[in-house]
């Protein structure tokens, strides 16, 4: 590494105790960073996935459905993130629609309406923090549907799948994390 990539390193927080010595410092710290906008979460999303799919093939060896739950749901935080909190069309919201036909516009109609719920907790510990932002995003998703398949008969969380969907709540977390961890670090959206 070069040394005008070293004084890129942010000069606060977790990636500069963990930046000096690891390989983590590759590709994690290679970007500057002051105010982590759409795109800069998106990036370090991306950069994630060198970390979450060698965990869910290690993951595969304990328990297979939580593994592929961990990485659909790690997954789904490209359409999914912390700032649907903010009223109007963020990036996640533009993904949505770009790139899932007819889903992405209900996905879009749900993110919408978790805007205007949330409108004035932005960046809060209900809208951002892992696990608890991450669970209340789901359940805004996926709480009307599971129910109807219910009222059907259509167990999804029954025959085992219970660890697919604990793995998916894992992913999402982990990425909800990373957002949280920039947006607190660096500020910005
Ligand atoms: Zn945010």
Redesign the pocket.
């Known amino acids: 590494m070069s040394l005008s990539r070293l004084e890129e390193i942010p000069s606060k927080g977790l990636f500069h105790w963990i930046g000096m010595r690891t390989c983590l410092q590759c590709f994690i710290c290679q970007k500057n960073l002051e105010m ?1 906008n759409g795109s800069t ?1 998106y990036w370090y999303y991306k950069k994630g996935y060198f970390l979450e799919v060698p965990l869910s093939i290690g993951l595969s060896f304990v328990d297979w459905k939580f593994a592929l739950g961990n990485l659909a749901g790690y997954s789904f935080h490209r359409y999914c ?3 649907w ?1 903010l009223m109007g069309t963020n990036n996640s919201e533009g993904r949505m629609a770009n790139e899932l036909p007819v889903v992405g516009n209900i996905l879009f109609g749900v993110s919408s309406i978790y805007g205007s719920v949330f409108r004035r907790h ?2 809060s510990f209900l809208t ?1 923090f892992p696990l608890v932002s991450t669970l209340i995003r789901l359940i805004f998703v996926f709480g009307i549907p599971f129910f109807l398949f219910d009222y059907f008969g259509i167990n999804l969380i029954g025959n085992g799948w219970i660890m697919f969907h604990l793995g998916f709540v894992a992913g999402l977390s982990q990425a909800d994390a990373i ?2 961890y ?2 607190k670090s660096f500020g ?2």
Do not use: F
Request: glycine share 6%; hydrophobic share 15%; proline share 13%.
């Open positions: 982590p979460h993130d912390p700032d909190d932005h960046r951002h957002h949280w920039l947006d910005g959206e």
